[in-house]
Structures are given as C-alpha cells and as structure tokens.
C-alpha cells in the first residue's frame, strides 16, 4: 500500500498551499485531485488576494509571476445613488489587496510543487476515508481506473464544500451553522479591457452588479440572479444590457463590451463545520466553511487556514506536541467567524433583498450613505476587504 505523512485531498488554493508548506518543512505529502490538471487550472473562480494572501504566497517562494502579472489595488468603489464612492483601502490601512485570478495561484502552487518533485495524483477520485479513529488512517481512491489505498498518519480535508472528507466524520461529531440566500451570482468573463482602475460594488433596484478584472484584456463581472438562474437564458445582449443598467453612474464611465469567454452560476451561501478536526482528520478551506462571495474571502480563508495548519502538523512531526493540532479549530474559527459576519454584512448591504420591505430597504441605504459619509466607517470596511491580522502560530 502506497504511504505518506500527510494525505491531503484536494488541489485547490488549500491543498496545494499546505502541501507546499509542508515540504518547506520536510514533510511529505501526497495529493490526491479527481479532476485533471487543465481543469483545475482553468477553473475561473476567485479574483481578489488578500494584503496577508499576497505575502504569504510571496514569502513561500511562489509570488514571482503574481508580482509581475497581477494587479495591486488601492482602492475599491462602492456604486449605488447615481455615484461612485470610492473607499481608499490604503489610506485607510496601509495596505493594498492584488487582483490575481484564483486559477492563477493554482497554477503557480502546482508548477512549484512539481518542480519540487511534489506528489499531485490528478483525476485520482476519493471514495472513502476509514481509520480516523486509528493512527493510520487509510484513503481509498481510484486512479488509472484501478481502485487504490494511500495510508497516511494525518489527512487534510482540503476537498471543499462537497467533498468527501467531511462526510467522513461519524455523525454527531461536527456541528454545522448555515444559511442560504435567495439570490446568487452570475458570472461573465469577457475579452473585453477594463475601463475602470478599481473593483466597482453596484447596488442597483434590480440588484447587484460588480465590476472586476482578470488582466488589462479580461473583465470579470456579476450580475445578482435567482438561484435557480438558467445561464444560457441570457443572450450575450440581454447580459450586457443588465450589466450597463446596474453599474451606470451618471458620471460618463461606461464598461467596454466583448466575446463572452464564460458565463456560470456561483451559489450563495454561509456555511461554517466546527469543529475544524476529528482525530486524524483536519479540515482546511471550503471543506470547513463558506462564505458569500461578496467579500472576495473564500480563496483568502483557504491559504490563512493552511498557514495556521502546517506549523501545527509540522510540531506533531517533530515531538509528537499536539498542542498545535488542538488549537488549530479554534484558532481559525475566530478569524473564520468574523470573516463570515464580513461577508454577509457586505452581501445584504448591496444586494436587492426580494423580501425586503420599505423600513428593510431604507436601512440598506442609510448602511451605505454611512460608509461613504464617514471616515471611519469607511475604515471598517477597509480593514475587512483587504484583510483581518492572522495569528500564525510558528
Ligand atoms: P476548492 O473547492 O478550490 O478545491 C477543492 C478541490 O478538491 C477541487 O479541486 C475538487 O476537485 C477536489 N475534490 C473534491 N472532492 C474530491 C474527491 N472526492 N477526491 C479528490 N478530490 C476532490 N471566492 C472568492 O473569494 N471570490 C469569488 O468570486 C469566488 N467565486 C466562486 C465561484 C464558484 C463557482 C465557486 C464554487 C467558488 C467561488 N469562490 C469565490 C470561492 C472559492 O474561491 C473557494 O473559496 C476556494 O476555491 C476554496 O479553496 P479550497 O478550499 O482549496 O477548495
Ligand atoms: C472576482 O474578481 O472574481 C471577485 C472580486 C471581488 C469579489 C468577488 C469576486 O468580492
């Protein structure tokens, strides 16, 4: 039977990360992935990395082609009366948040844990997890259509909300909190150049738009729909309509239109799994916790789980000291909590509430007027949008 350290499923932002940061550390890892590599690498999903994200990738050695290639931001816009306000995250904070596309970060982690001579199984499918309660759990999978077994002394359930990690843990183990919307976002990725040096926050009667970017030549954008939204109902001229609708201001700046390279439905929804960790399992990223896009958080609170992860598992491996191992839960909870509040604050702040009366919907605005009108809270939403301090044990 195969064997490693640490079975760490999933290759997105999480599993990737922490495999990386565990080799830094001489640990081994292996990584089982049940799509292939062109599809995760191409999977558009996240856009915006945190102050703290960008460091992090940075001082583990894989930030090269997102200095180079990314764009650092100052600033964001919030767009609602007719206007635009603009919220200057770096005077506020001193910091700055770099618009680099999720599918990026995942293509620089695996080209670096390859060159390192990294284990990444792609189109490897986990069925099950057994031994949880033993010191060595075993993993089954399949891959080259052979059904395969991977044991291992811990196992990162980096394999997102759906994965199979979590569904591993006996019932009654780990509580769940949610919360559903009954709303979601359709998502637009066009060859079309930016026309705005910001992210622009619209809230709109008809509902909420943003305005993002991939590169000088793609725009990233989101239209609020209902959950059960068909994307192909959607004519690319209907799209661009809506899109003008929502994000025009009255102040001349219009987005430019072209070819649509992509149109997809993103779910709305709160989600957080406490505890983080059953014995020999640790849940890392999407597998613990989701939360609303609004905040540009998911991918963020993925690489911060990790960062807080690999020392503990590393001081496991080096002294059989489980005190990192059993603070690990608590330790992201508290930064994943205020996180989540974050994000479902700037979701119901922008987006038409369908059930919504006229107390609800002037509150909504009077939320906004506040933020633009004043420093402080501007500061608020600053210190959030470009990232909490992380306490990361070492
Ligand atoms: P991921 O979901 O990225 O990775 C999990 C991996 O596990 C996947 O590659 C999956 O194939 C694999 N896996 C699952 N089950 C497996 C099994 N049984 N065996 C082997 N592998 C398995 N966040 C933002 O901040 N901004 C956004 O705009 C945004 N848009 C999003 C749009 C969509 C459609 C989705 C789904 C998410 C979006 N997110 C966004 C959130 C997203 O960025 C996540 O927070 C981020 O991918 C979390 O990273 P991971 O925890 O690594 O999980
Ligand atoms: C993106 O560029 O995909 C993006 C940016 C900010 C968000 C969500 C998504 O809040």
């Given at each position: 039977m195969k064997r490693t350290q640490v079975a760490v499923i999933g290759a997105g932002p999480a599993g990737l990360m922490l495999s990386h940061l565990l080799a830094a550390r001489g640990i081994d890892t292996?990584?089982?992935?049940?799509?292939?590599?062109?599809?995760?690498?191409?999977?558009?999903?996240?856009?915006?990395?945190?102050?703290?994200?960008?460091?992090?990738?940075?001082?583990?050695?894989?930030?090269?082609?997102?200095?180079?290639?990314?764009?650092?931001?100052?600033?964001?816009?919030?767009?609602?009366?007719?206007?635009h306000h603009r919220i200057e995250l770096a005077r506020l904070t001193g910091k700055k948040i770099m618009v680099y596309g999720q599918h990026e970060v995942v293509k620089d982690l695996i080209a670096q844990r390859l060159a390192d001579a990294g284990e990444i199984l792609f189109e490897a499918d986990v069925s099950g997890i057994e031994g949880l309660d033993s010191d060595r759990p075993i993993i089954r999978y399949t891959h080259d259509g052979r059904n395969q077994t991977l044991t291992c002394d811990f196992v990162a359930g980096c394999d997102g909300y759906h994965g199979v990690s979590r569904a591993s843990v006996p019932a009654g183990q780990i509580v769940t909190h949610a919360r559903s919307y009954p709303y979601a976002?359709?998502?637009?990725?066009?060859?079309?150049?930016?026309?705005?040096?910001?992210?622009?926050?619209?809230?709109?009667?008809?509902?909420?738009?943003?305005?993002?970017?991939?590169?000088?030549?793609?725009?990233?954008?989101?239209?609020?729909?209902?959950?059960?939204?068909?994307?192909?109902?959607?004519?690319?001229?209907?799209?661009?309509?809506?899109?003008?609708?929502?994000?025009?201001?009255?102040?001349?700046?219009?987005?430019?239109?072209g070819p649509i390279l992509q149109k997809n439905i993103a779910p709305m929804r709160s989600f957080v799994a406490e505890p983080m960790r059953y014995r020999r399992l640790l849940l890392a990223g999407d597998a613990a916790h989701i939360v609303p896009p609004t905040g540009a958080k998911g991918m963020n609170l993925a690489l911060a789980d990790v960062q807080v992860l690999a020392p503990a598992l590393a001081r496991w491996f080096d002294s059989a000291d489980e005190t990192g191992l059993d603070a690990y839960s608590d330790t992201c909870l508290k930064r994943i909590w205020k996180v989540q509040r974050f994000s479902v604050w700037m979701t119901r702040m922008l987006h038409a509430q369908p059930d919504a009366d006229g107390f609800e919907q002037r509150l909504q605005q009077a939320e906004l007027d506040s933020v633009a009108a004043s420093d402080s809270a501007a500061r608020h939403l600053a210190e959030n949008y470009v990232g909490l301090p992380l306490e990361v044990p070492e």
């Amino acid at each position: 039977m195969k064997r490693t350290q640490v079975a760490v499923i999933g290759a997105g932002p999480a599993g990737l990360m922490l495999s990386h940061l565990l080799a830094a550390r001489g640990i081994d890892t292996v990584i089982l992935e049940r799509r292939s590599r062109d599809y995760v690498e191409s999977r558009i999903r996240a856009g915006v990395l945190e102050h703290h994200s960008a460091a992090a990738l940075r001082a583990a050695g894989v930030g090269a082609r997102m200095d180079r290639q990314g764009m650092e931001h100052t600033s964001i816009d919030l767009a609602f009366s007719g206007a635009h306000h603009r919220i200057e995250l770096a005077r506020l904070t001193g910091k700055k948040i770099m618009v680099y596309g999720q599918h990026e970060v995942v293509k620089d982690l695996i080209a670096q844990r390859l060159a390192d001579a990294g284990e990444i199984l792609f189109e490897a499918d986990v069925s099950g997890i057994e031994g949880l309660d033993s010191d060595r759990p075993i993993i089954r999978y399949t891959h080259d259509g052979r059904n395969q077994t991977l044991t291992c002394d811990f196992v990162a359930g980096c394999d997102g909300y759906h994965g199979v990690s979590r569904a591993s843990v006996p019932a009654g183990q780990i509580v769940t909190h949610a919360r559903s919307y009954p709303y979601a976002w359709l998502g637009v990725l066009a060859e079309a150049a930016p026309t705005s040096d910001e992210l622009v926050y619209a809230r709109h009667d008809n509902g909420f738009a943003l305005y993002s970017m991939r590169s000088p030549e793609v725009t990233r954008l989101y239209l609020q729909c209902r959950p059960d939204e068909d994307p192909d109902a959607w004519s690319d001229r209907a799209l661009w309509d809506e899109l003008h609708r929502r994000l025009e201001t009255g102040d001349g700046w219009t987005i430019n239109e072209g070819p649509i390279l992509q149109k997809n439905i993103a779910p709305m929804r709160s989600f957080v799994a406490e505890p983080m960790r059953y014995r020999r399992l640790l849940l890392a990223g999407d597998a613990a916790h989701i939360v609303p896009p609004t905040g540009a958080k998911g991918m963020n609170l993925a690489l911060a789980d990790v960062q807080v992860l690999a020392p503990a598992l590393a001081r496991w491996f080096d002294s059989a000291d489980e005190t990192g191992l059993d603070a690990y839960s608590d330790t992201c909870l508290k930064r994943i909590w205020k996180v989540q509040r974050f994000s479902v604050w700037m979701t119901r702040m922008l987006h038409a509430q369908p059930d919504a009366d006229g107390f609800e919907q002037r509150l909504q605005q009077a939320e906004l007027d506040s933020v633009a009108a004043s420093d402080s809270a501007a500061r608020h939403l600053a210190e959030n949008y470009v990232g909490l301090p992380l306490e990361v044990p070492e």
